[in-house]
């Protein structure tokens, strides 16, 4: 089944402990992107990749770092998370960017991060 | 940078009616999408338009991509109650960053039997 998995699917840390947020795709898609979804605000873009070591900021860049060494994998890394970063985050993936043509993008099912 | 205004915030309505939600924007895009996102879940894709004029429709969904390139709006005909959830739009310009999908703040819906 063509997805998008994201691991943990919730998760509770302090401040400063580091932590990373996997997620694989199985659809041989170029494209990555991590969002996080907070109340009132919507989706925002962290970064995005559009092909393997290739990556780029988003709109909320700022405290987070991701790696695309393989195609299928795009793990987000929090290297000192801080309580502002308590969020639902969503990693996704599409064949060639989110909105060109035939290329959706397709969202895995959200990781819920509290940061204590 | 780009931003989607997306209206209503919230609707309540009841079985059977239906609803209108759009998306405008002060920038041109190529490419508006609607997905919806059930609670606990990734949002998922509805309908996607690449073209402006263009009308398509899903089942009960219809949306349509606004000529001047700069807005959009989606319909559902005969809500019902797996109808709830949050929509968003989403838009992009091929000519500004490649990766970058601009998304609304959603619309969330919730309808009574």
């Known amino acids: 089944e063509a997805q998008v998995t994201q691991n943990p699917r919730y998760l509770i840390t302090v401040t400063g402990k580091k932590l990373t947020v996997t997620c694989s795709q199985n659809?041989?898609?170029?494209?990555m992107s991590w969002y996080r979804q907070d109340p009132g605000l919507g989706l925002r873009q962290i970064y995005y990749?559009?092909?393997?070591?290739?990556?780029d900021k988003g709109d909320v860049p700022e405290g987070y770092k991701v790696s695309r060494k393989e195609k299928r994998n795009f793990p987000l890394i929090l290297e000192s998370p801080s309580p502002n970063q308590t969020s639902l985050y969503f990693c996704?993936?599409?064949?060639?960017?989110?909105?060109?043509?035939?290329?959706?993008?397709?969202f895995g099912n959200g990781t819920r991060l509290t940061v204590t | 940078g780009q931003q989607l205004n997306q209206s209503p915030q919230s609707m309540f309505i009841q079985e059977g009616e239906d609803v209108s939600m759009n998306c405008t924007s002060s920038?041109?895009?190529?490419?508006w999408l609607w997905y919806k996102q059930d609670p606990g879940e990734g949002p998922v894709l509805l309908i996607a338009?690449?073209?402006?004029?263009e009308l398509t429709s899903n089942g009960r969904l219809t949306a349509q991509f606004g000529i001047t390139r700069k807005d959009s709006f989606l319909n559902i005909s005969a809500s019902i109650p797996s109808d709830v959830g949050i929509y968003f739009c989403?838009?992009?310009?091929?000519?500004?960053?490649?990766?970058?999908?601009?998304f609304g703040k959603g619309t969330k819906l919730s309808v009574k039997p």
């Open positions: 996704a993936s599409s064949r060639s960017g989110g909105g060109f043509y035939n290329s959706p993008l397709h």
């Open positions: 659809m041989n898609h170029e494209y």
């Open positions: 990749s559009m092909n393997v070591e290739v990556t």
């Open positions: 920038s041109i895009f190529n490419t």
């Open positions: 338009l690449y073209k402006a004029g």
């Open positions: 989403a838009g992009q310009n091929y000519g500004g960053s490649q990766g970058n999908l601009i």
